[in-house]
């Protein structure tokens, strides 16, 4: 629904047409006139899309101990609910959040199952917030970071960014410096590289272990890469369904 | 990296990973389903199906012959 859907739909629910045009004659006649200030809150869509979300209750929880500890018990449970939430869907979810408070900050899906989502974020608005992100690999992609996954290394506002996928969570943790578009760029090619190692290495077992293979192989070779940085963690959690 | 000095908004993107259906292109799933072993046994096809569900795709094992004549 458009934002002036939005508006028309409070304006008749509140029956806020009369206050308007008491207003306008307030502005035309301002003598001994009474001026509400008037608060609107208008509900984000897709975050009402994602309250709306069926709960998987049989998977296991994620618990404090598979997270860093910088994140609240709310946190916690933002964290597991939202892997309850996405672990059925066939396309992306992501949602920002305050990992002190627990509170989602926004929340976008990939609606035309790209392989990718996208979130418009204002970080003028997030300066007193602690911000980390989680978004989840459906089961037709795989869990690792891919190299297009790293782009938090380049955001001042963002301290972690956490993948949630069937069987696996991964955490990078990068809060202290920001990371110039050179030494992105080159974590990306070598994630790429490790990608093509690891499905030739995966190409030389039996048929049914080829994807579980790749996903192990690549899944190593980028952690011991990643964490031979500076300022820089990668946490794999292995997770039951 | 975002300009220190730039204070609009900011696209965050996350990609999705590596797809598991492009393993699965014809090149791959050529060399996949060659290396079952013995692709007729009852195991090898009810294998075969673990790995198709994974990525959403559903076969009947019974039915699955077909796929090693690629």
């Known amino acids: ?24 004659e307030c502005w035309n006649d301002p003598r001994g006139g009474f001026l509400i200030p008037v608060t609107v809150k208008l509900t984000d869509p897709e975050y009402e899309r994602y309250r709306h979300l069926e709960i998987n209750w049989e998977i296991s929880p994620i618990t404090k101990d598979d997270l860093p500890e910088e994140f609240s018990p709310q946190a916690v449970k933002t964290v597991d ?4 939430k996405t672990f059925d869907l066939p396309y992306e979810c992501m949602i920002l959040f305050d990992y002190e408070t627990g509170n989602i900050i926004s929340c976008n ?10 979130s ?62 050179e030494t992105i760029a080159e974590i990306r090619k070598k994630s790429d590289e490790y990608f093509d190692v690891a499905m030739d290495d995966a190409n030389n077992q039996e048929g049914y272990h080829v994807l579980d293979c790749q996903n192990r192989c690549y899944g190593d070779m980028l952690l011991n890469y990643i964490n031979k940085f500076d300022n820089i963690e990668l946490i794999r959690r292995y997770l039951d369904g | 990296m975002v300009n220190p000095n730039y204070d609009g908004p900011v696209i965050v993107v996350r990609d999705a990973g590596y797809s598991k259906i492009e393993l699965l292109s014809p090149e791959y799933r050529k060399k996949v389903t060659q290396r079952v072993e013995n692709p007729n046994s009852i195991s090898g096809k009810y294998k075969l199906k673990e790995l198709f569900a994974e990525i959403g795709i559903i076969v009947n094992p019974e039915a699955m012959t077909y796929l090693y004549k690629y």
Not at chain 1, 81 to 84: H, K, L, P, Q
């Open chain 1, 1 to 24: 629904m458009s934002t002036k859907n939005h508006i028309i739909k409070i304006v008749r629910t509140l029956h806020l047409d009369d206050l308007f045009k008491s207003m306008k």
């Open chain 1, 81 to 84: 609910m939202f892997r309850r």
């Open chain 1, 109 to 118: 899906f990939s609606d035309d199952f790209e392989d990718k989502v996208e």
């Open chain 1, 120 to 181: 418009e974020i204002y970080p003028e608005f997030l300066k007193t917030m602690h911000i980390a992100s989680i978004h989840n690999h459906p089961r037709q992609y795989c869990s690792p970071p891919s190299s297009k996954n790293f782009q938090m290394l380049g955001l001042e506002f963002e301290e972690f960014e956490l993948i949630s996928s069937q069987d696996e969570l991964w955490i990078l943790k990068s809060n202290e410096i920001i990371f110039d578009d």
